[in-house]
């Protein structure tokens, strides 16, 4: 349990280093806000993708590797982060590694959002009754618990060292999580693995990889230029591809029958609004803290707009507990 706890908090931490450094990224790097944006956008993205992926690759034996790999893959994007903050901060106008490979090293961190559910998944095999109904919530709490210690840590140490300094403390980080597993996370005992749907990941991640291109990128590039239509005619494609897929397919990557079924599409409804509300308020809240415009913004430093979002860690954990205690009395519909 110390380790899978570690697991989903070091996971919540590392995905702390994006909306508090967004408008530190779009300053060093001299970009606008809305494409500083991606570097919380891209490990969101990959996440949305990789969760079902290696739900799918982890099954049966092959889940310890999973989880290892995915913490390999979160070191080396932290690694190829602190790399481009370090070019930058030292070589200018000339940094070698730019603020592509920043994104891309963001894109590789949304793997760890991934091992969340596997590290769910251990507990619920390795425990049971009473340890396990626990086990599971406080994995759920920790994830919320850890990004609310990430902000206002990451936002300290890029304060005192730079985007640099914040991105080599989630390679330290993700490093003490990989040994730790490496030494207590236990092997599967199912042997049967389940297949990947690889045309759908694919479909799946092109679809909302134009889609969310094109609509950050629609007020510079204007929002009836032939290149955001094009992505918003190519997203519809490939997603309405992709809900074919899934409804055809006896292996989908997401099962769409059983997400849209009486009792489950409503949590979901709920769930994907909630979520939406969830990153607009971790993205507002941040420029608005941060930001030096004439009339807008109150100007003040990432370490305190890391402070601003404790409350929101603080609030979540306090009400899974009292939704618990809620549930037990007044029933799941209420």
């Known amino acids: 349990m110390p380790t899978l706890a570690l697991l989903t908090t070091i996971t919540a931490v590392v995905s702390s280093l994006g909306a508090p450094l967004v408008p530190s990224i779009a300053h060093q790097y001299d970009v606008a806000l809305t494409t500083a944006q991606w570097s919380l956008t891209a490990p969101l993205l990959v996440a949305a993708v990789a ?3 290696l739900g799918r690759v982890a099954a049966g034996r092959r ?7 995915g913490l390999v893959v979160v070191a080396i994007g932290t690694t190829l982060s602190a790399g481009s903050a370090l070019s930058m901060a030292s070589a200018g106008d000339r940094d070698l590694l730019g603020f592509e490979v ?11 959002m991934a091992l969340v559910p596997l590290a ?4 619920r095999d390795e425990l049971a009754g009473t340890r396990m109904v626990r086990a599971v919530a406080l994995l759920s709490v920790t994830t919320v618990a850890g990004a ?4 206002p840590l990451t936002g300290l140490v890029a304060l005192v060292g730079g985007l640099a300094g914040a991105y080599l403390l989630g390679v330290l980080l993700t490093l003490l999580t990989l040994a730790m597993a490496w030494r207590g996370v236990p092997a599967s005992v199912l042997a049967v693995p389940a297949r990947v749907d690889w045309v759908g990941a694919l479909l799946l991640s092109g679809g909302v990889l134009c889609l969310l291109l094109g609509i950050s990128q629609g007020e510079a590039w204007g929002w009836r230029s032939a290149a955001v239509v094009g992505l918003g005619a190519t997203s519809g494609v490939a997603l309405a591809a992709w809900i074919a897929a899934a409804l055809w397919s006896r292996h989908p990557l997401v099962d769409l029958r059983l997400a849209t079924r009486p009792g489950l599409a409503a949590p979901n409804l709920v769930a994907f609004v909630a ?3 969830m990153y607009s308020l971790l993205t507002l809240t941040v420029v608005l ?10 100007d003040h430093s990432v370490a305190v ?3 601003i979002l404790v409350p929101y860690a603080t609030a979540s954990v306090v009400g899974s507990r009292w939704a618990r205690r809620a549930e037990s009395r007044l029933g799941s519909r209420v």
Do not use: K
């Open 305 to 307: 707009a890391g402070l």
């Open 51 to 53: 969760t079902p992926i």
């Open 289 to 298: 803290v941060r930001a030096d415009d004439p009339g807008f913004g109150l």
């Open 102 to 112: 920043l994104v891309a090293g963001r894109a590789l961190q949304g793997v760890g």
């Open 120 to 123: 769910i998944a251990v507990a």
């Open 148 to 151: 609310g210690l990430g902000y």
């Open 275 to 277: 979520g939406i509300g």
């Open 63 to 69: 889940r310890r590797p999973a989880i290892l790999g």
